[in-house]
């Protein structure tokens, strides 16, 4: 890194990319878009290095980090390459804070937070619910007693120029509380996780087709609601033949008894498409290109360590992903906040009753092809947008170096 922010324009900025933990499929989506505008550098670990699927072509320099090796080692070793960047970008950090807090940042830095109760307000969100006592006191233990993660991170966290959260909607949630406890250094605009795919034209079928993704899992889904639902709409729309697919690895006794649980449902007019292994990505996108639309029945409240999340309030959920990268239209709770521009393609529910509702809604005069359309107006998700946009951040910060504020932190502005 430069011992200064540069004064003269930067054409092509050199971004150093920081994943030492878990995303590799926001890099393999990400990294490609990115290179569009910048010269990339990465910091990876082996195993998400591998997991990627990425041409090393494609970066100006590939750092894998060893599984056994420390980080400040590893830094040390290629200090110079990682300090000649002009704009520092975290993708993930779970761990390392009281290293990277003792680092002297010379260039601009961008921090991804993913769950941002865990991450910002971590007292205020712990889970006290007496089965999750004992692991509550090992955690503040050895993460706030011993290893002063908490201090750690928020040290780190008032050194970044920026702190990213997990999409817009959330923004729009929690910028009063964050702004309440002193974050002044938000960005209102967020780099989306995934880009607008291409709309696959869907041959008319003898069943309308519709799929939940991720696995199957009755601690994140909510199977009751669903399950009622489509008890509804048969009996409504006794005519109707449907198609359920089940998006994900079924795996274990609690998956086993959802899909036995749904197959009770299956006649002449409702059939269940599941899978009992690892779903490839060739034959998730194979299912997804006969889909019309998904449906979303997850429960909003989650759990990260010992912290309470809210999808949709404090973290994103993978639907927005599969949504956008597939053009499909979804159906999700009512209490999820989309990003506005994201409401186009999407209908809400609050119950059985009302998820039945919208499953007619969607089917009826093919509404789904009509959201579907929409993606087409979702220009912001375009992968050109998307370089664009993080690129005219990323000068922004380059030509604002003494701003205690600057115009960057205003969607208006980009």
Not at 27 to 46: G, K, S
Request: aromatic content about 12%.
């Amino acid at each position: 890194m430069s011992d200064a922010y540069p004064h003269e324009p930067v054409i092509r900025p050199r971004l150093l990319i920081i994943e030492l933990d878990y995303h590799a499929e926001v890099l393999a989506t990400l990294c490609p878009i990115l290179a569009a505008r910048f010269e990339l550098v990465l910091w990876t670990t082996d195993k998400i290095w591998q997991k990627t699927g990425l041409a090393e072509e494609l970066f100006a320099r590939v750092l894998v980090m060893p599984k056994k090796q420390a980080v400040a080692r590893f830094w040390h070793a290629h200090e110079d390459t990682l300090r000649a960047v002009d704009v520092v970008y975290f993708n993930t950090l779970e761990k390392h804070f009281a290293f990277f807090a003792d680092l002297e940042f010379r260039c601009p830095t961008v921090m991804r937070i993913h769950n941002t109760n865990a991450s910002l307000f971590p007292a205020a969100s712990i889970d006290w619910s007496p089965g999750n006592w004992w692991k509550v006191a090992s955690h503040l233990m050895r993460y706030v007693v011993l290893y002063r993660t908490w201090h750690h991170r928020e040290r780190l966290y008032q050194k970044m120029r920026v702190l990213m959260l997990p999409s817009e909607g959330i923004v729009t949630c929690m910028k009063d509380a964050l702004q309440k406890r002193g974050i002044n250094n938000l960005s209102a605009y967020v780099m989306p996780f995934s880009c607008l795919g291409e709309a696959v034209s869907i041959e008319e079928g003898s069943a309308f087709v519709f799929a939940v993704t991720g696995s199957v899992d009755t601690k994140r889904k909510d199977y009751d609601v669903l399950y009622q639902a489509i008890e509804r709409l048969k009996k409504a729309r006794p005519n109707w033949r449907l198609e359920m697919v089940f998006l994900g690895w079924a795996k274990g006794e609690g998956a086993k008894k959802v899909l036995d649980r749904f197959s009770r449902l299956a006649d002449d007019t409702f059939s269940l498409t599941c899978f009992r292994d690892y779903v490839s990505q060739q034959v998730f996108a194979a299912q997804m290109a006969r889909t019309q639309f998904l449906i979303a029945p997850m429960k909003l409240e989650a759990r990260q360590k010992i912290y309470c999340e809210y999808y949709g309030n404090t973290k994103i959920s993978g639907i927005e992903n599969d949504a956008l990268h597939y053009c499909k239209p979804i159906i999700l709770p009512r209490n999820y906040r989309l990003p506005a521009d994201l409401s186009s393609i999407a209908l809400t529910y609050d119950d059985s009753q009302s998820l039945c509702e919208a499953m007619i809604g969607m089917i009826e005069a093919d509404h789904w092809r009509t959201l579907t359309n929409h993606f087409a107006e979702l220009h912001n998700y375009r992968r050109t947008s998307i370089a664009d946009n993080f690129y005219e951040l990323c000068l922004t910060l380059l030509n604002h170096p003494d701003s205690a504020s600057p115009p960057f932190l205003h969607k208006e502005c980009l």
